[in-house]
Every structure is written in C-alpha cells, then in structure tokens.
C-alpha cells in the first residue's frame, strides 16, 4: 500500500497533553472526512495509547512521547505512539483486560483492550528499560459524497 500523507509530533508525557494529541491526529484524519463514530473511535484508541505512556511508561517522571500519523490508499490508517519509558516485560499479560500495574487500584487495566475494540488491528512492541511503540491501524469506510 503506497502511503499518502503523514504527521509527526512530541511532547512532554503530562497528562494535560492526551488531548492535544487526539485533537491533533484527528485534525490530521479530518481530511478523510471520516464517520463521527470513526474519529471518536480513533480519538478514544489515541487517547489511551497516550496515557498509558504517561502513566506506565514514564510512571513518576516526564519524558517523550511521540506520534506518528499515516493515510494510506483505501483509506487505511495508521496512529504509532512510543515513548522510551520503562517497556512492558509482558506484552501478552498487560494486553489481558483487568490487568494492570497500578498498585493504587485508580486504574482499571482495560487500555488494551478499549484500543482492540475500536480499532481494526494494535500492535505492540517494547523493551524492558526501553520503551513501548503501540501501532494502531483502521480502514475508515467509503462516503458516498463529501459531508454524507
């Protein structure tokens, strides 16, 4: 599939930075002139992609976050988020729902799994003391005519 246009940005892993970033990659998809429901699928995915690196990447500190936004022909897209926080030493458990690594209790361990509801593949990657890269990819539908 030959790609057709992309974005990139950074920031600081605060937490009042999550919706700079769905409002950023949705600004970039509105181009597509995606379903409401589609976009909020996306924004969703992106924002719990983000806040994971926040809350479990950097943990108690602040460090990068980056995002990587690409439109692909047949309307695919593709949202990678990666930060180089403390990686994940078990993809396969951290991606069951309920599981989480917040002692506190004030996390609910369904990140993953609200990603993989809303969007048509996740992908994940990480390295212990390296970071996570979360790639997430959906086919947006064909409109029938601009605004349909």
């Known amino acids: 599939m030959e790609q057709q246009n992309e974005m990139k940005l950074s920031f600081p892993s605060r937490s009042a930075n ?4 769905r409002v ?6 509105a181009q ?3 379903t409401v429901e589609e976009l909020a699928d ?3 995915a992106v924002s719990e992609a983000v806040t994971n690196c926040i809350v479990h990447g950097y943990r108690d500190s602040v460090g990068t976050i980056w995002v990587e936004a690409k439109i692909f022909e047949e309307r695919r897209v593709t949202v990678k988020i990666r930060d180089r926080g403390i990686g994940i030493p078990d993809i396969r458990q951290a991606m069951e729902p309920m599981f989480t690594t917040c002692e506190s209790g004030e996390r609910a361990g ?17 390295r212990v003391g ?3 890269a979360v ?9 029938s005519g601009k605004g349909a």
């Open 18 to 21: 999550e919706g700079f970033a």
């Open 130 to 132: 390296r970071g996570t």
């Open 135 to 143: 790639t997430l990819e959906k086919r947006l539908s064909e409109r």
């Open 24 to 29: 950023a990659v949705a600004a970039f998809l």
């Open 110 to 126: 369904l990140g993953f799994a609200v990603m993989q509801s809303f969007m048509d593949k996740v992908r994940v990657t990480s």
């Open 32 to 34: 597509l002139d995606p």
């Open 42 to 44: 996306i924004k969703t």
